[in-house]
């Protein structure tokens, strides 16, 4: 068995793990703050941006579980 090889799938696997569950995560946290009920006036373009934040996270998390998948069935990269 390759050893060097396993260790290295073990820590890129560990290391997508913890990317994507901390982009879930800042993208639970990021709405639920944009999601005030009594924004201030002068907060209202912050919240937009923090929301803006927040789908960004959750697009970034999306493209990595898809990608994943393109990678986990043959038939789709030949």
Known sequence: MNWVAYLI??????????????L?????RLY???SDR????EAKNRLALVKAGA????????AAVLFG????IPA???
């Not at 879930?24 to 639970?28: E, L, W």
């Not at 998948?69 to 986990?72: F, G, Q, S, T």
């Open 9 to 22: 799938v073990a820590g890129v696997t560990l290391l997508a793990t913890l990317v994507v569950v901390g």
């Open 38 to 41: 009594n924004p201030g006036p």
């Open 32 to 34: 639920a703050v944009a």
């Open 55 to 62: 789908y960004a996270c959750f697009a970034v998390c999306g």
């Open 24 to 28: 879930y995560s800042t993208g639970v």
């Open 76 to 78: 789709l990269h030949g």
């Open 69 to 72: 998948v393109y990678l986990i």
